[in-house]
């Protein structure tokens, strides 16, 4: 490792992240082989994965770029809310890439001044990432990739991961010193809600529970996976949580900025009874893969949380959501409805 490299990678355990690698940009072509594996055993997921192509061929966006930075940094040590524990994916509770009160954050804006002060050209993109991120931190030997497809170091798979392209040619590669999955292991794959994850290492996009609740599961009474969506609002932590590699390896210390406050508006019966401006104002900014447009969504996850592990107290909620303002939640609550066959 040369000096820069060096340089670079103590800057950014400096700045708080767990670990720091850099590869050559070539080091990425191939991703494309594992899109392809998964295109072919999950065909109707291609359409979906062609999007991520580009991240094999950074080149062709990026011509002067000659190699990845890719950090790693840990959320598992923040206080998940009690209530809100198999409700939302603690990724998102965590989220930094967009939160400018969140230390992450901050922190990645200083990572980037600095490689920008020792004279580099950098870039990189903080929604979804410039490239494809746990391959890219797999190539670096920060960890291992589990049979669940989570990146994972000695802290578990509770890691945010980020990535800067650079213009000059370094490199910075570990040996990971981890475990591999024991042999015959098989309980992320056993334990996901809809078989999205249908095998080691292979998922099904377009049926994980944190596509259904965000992106998808737009017409939630017809979906065949809305029984198997259980009581989550918004992500899945179903395969980390249920591994024995993350045994222990959330060590909540901190709080993160301004959690508490709105988490004490977030319950199934909450989001139902929940002004569309406040969805849009106080949710909306932190859970952004649900736009602005579309919040509807939350009371429709909702419902459907409500109808998978049904309370009595539950009937009221529903039956006022009938005269929501938005079709697609009076559609909902009908379905609802009927399908526990509740009575006026
Ligand atoms: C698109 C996307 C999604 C989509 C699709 C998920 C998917 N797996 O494709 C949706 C919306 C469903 C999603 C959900 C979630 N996501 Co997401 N997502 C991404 C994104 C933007 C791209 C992923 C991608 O390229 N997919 C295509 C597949 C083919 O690539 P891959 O997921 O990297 O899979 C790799 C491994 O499977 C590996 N592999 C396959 N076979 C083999 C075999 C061997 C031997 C080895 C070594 C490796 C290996 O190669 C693949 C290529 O890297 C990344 C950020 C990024 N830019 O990388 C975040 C990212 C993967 N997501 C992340 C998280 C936290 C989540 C959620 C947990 C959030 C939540 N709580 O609900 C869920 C979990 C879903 C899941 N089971 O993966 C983290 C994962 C961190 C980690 N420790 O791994 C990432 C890296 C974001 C980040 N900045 O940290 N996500
Ligand atoms: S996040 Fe949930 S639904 Fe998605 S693959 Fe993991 S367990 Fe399955
Ligand atoms: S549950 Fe078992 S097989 Fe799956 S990732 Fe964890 S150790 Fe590996």
Not at 16 to 29: F, H, L, N, Q, T
Not at 61 to 82: D, I, L, M, N
Not at 245 to 274: D, G, V
Request: charged fraction near 30%; include cysteine.
């Amino acid at each position: 490792m040369n000096s820069l490299s060096n340089q670079i990678k103590t800057a950014a355990l400096r700045m708080g992240y767990e670990k720091c690698g850099i590869i050559k940009i070539a080091d990425m072509a191939d991703y494309e082989g594992k899109l392809k594996e998964r295109s072919e055993h999950v065909p109707e997921a291609k359409a979906f994965d062609e999007k991520f192509q580009r991240f094999a061929y950074l080149q062709k966006t990026y011509p002067w770029a000659k190699s990845v930075v890719v950090c790693v940094r840990q959320y598992g040590k923040y206080k998940v809310p009690e209530h809100l524990q198999g409700r939302i994916g603690k990724y998102y509770l965590f989220d930094s890439r967009r939160d400018k009160h969140s230390r992450d954050f901050q922190d990645s804006l200083k990572f980037e001044a600095y490689l920008k002060e020792l004279g580099l050209k950098t870039e990189t993109e903080r929604k979804f990432g410039i490239t494809a991120l746990r391959w890219a931190a797999f190539k670096a030997g920060l960890g291992l990739t589990r049979r669940n497809n989570f990146f994972y170091t000695e802290s578990g798979s509770w890691l945010h991961l980020e990535a800067w392209l650079i213009d000059q040619e370094l490199e910075a590669i570990e040996t990971p010193a981890l475990k591999a999955c024991p042999e015959n292991c098989n309980r992320c794959v056993k334990s996901c809600p809809t078989a999205s994850l249908s095998q080691p290492h292979i998922m099904n996009p377009l049926a994980c529970v944190s596509f259904l609740t965000t992106f998808g599961g737009r017409d939630l009474p017809n979906d065949k996976y809305n029984a198997q969506i259980g009581c989550w609002l918004f992500g899945c932590d179903v395969c980390q949580d249920v591994c024995p590699m993350n045994k222990n390896r959330w060590q909540a210390k901190e709080e993160f900025p301004a959690l508490s406050e709105l988490s004490s508006h977030i319950s199934p019966e909450k989001i139902l009874t929940m002004d569309y401006s406040f969805l849009e104002e106080k949710v909306q900014p932190k859970f952004w893969y649900i736009d602005k447009q579309d919040v509807w969504k939350w009371k429709v996850n909702a419902i459907n949380a409500m109808v998978n592990d049904y309370q009595e107290h539950y009937k009221e909620y529903i039956l006022k959501a009938c005269y929501d303002s938005n079709e697609k939640v009076r559609e909902m609550a009908a379905w609802a409805i009927k399908k526990l066959e509740l009575s006026a």
